[in-house]
């Protein structure tokens, strides 16, 4: 009688098939960590663009009740804290013009956003923002190339 050698067989995976995992890991990393980098982004702008708002209305509602916008609480008392940005305000020599500056600090380094007396908007992207940003003159950029 023919003995029949039973073939063992080891349980486990194959070099071959935890390359593949590794590659196919890597490939979703490289498309998903730059789209989860720029929703992180934009996440942030609201921020400044709902604080510039509410400010301009204080200024509005101070201009109503005074003619100028001189010594406006919004602009001379201001105690606004941001984790991603820094407010300030200029008023125009003659006080009736005003312009609200958010200028981004940390992870928003490089964004500014402004906003005037006539509500005209405005975003400025310089050194430090993430590529592919771009500034308007026209509006608030909310999203990666320079869309408002």
Known sequence: MKQEK????????TLVELMIVVAIIGILAAVALPSYSDYVTRGKIPEATATLAAKRVE????????????????????????????????????????????TGSGSMTGFSFTV?????????????????????????????????
């Open 59 to 102: 200024m509005e509602q101070f201009f109503q009740d005074n003619r100028t916008y001189a010594n406006a609480p919004a602009c001379t008392s201001d105690t606004t804290s941001s984790k991603y940005f820094t407010f300030d305000c200029s008023v125009a020599g003659s006080a009736s013009a005003f312009e609200l500056r958010a």
């Open 116 to 148: 005037n007396q006539n509500n005209v908007r405005a975003t400025t992207i310089g050194g430090g923002a993430p590529s592919g940003w771009t500034g308007n003159a026209s509006c608030w950029v909310t999203q990666k190339g320079g869309a408002c």
């Open 6 to 13: 039973a073939v063992v067989r080891h349980d486990g995976f």
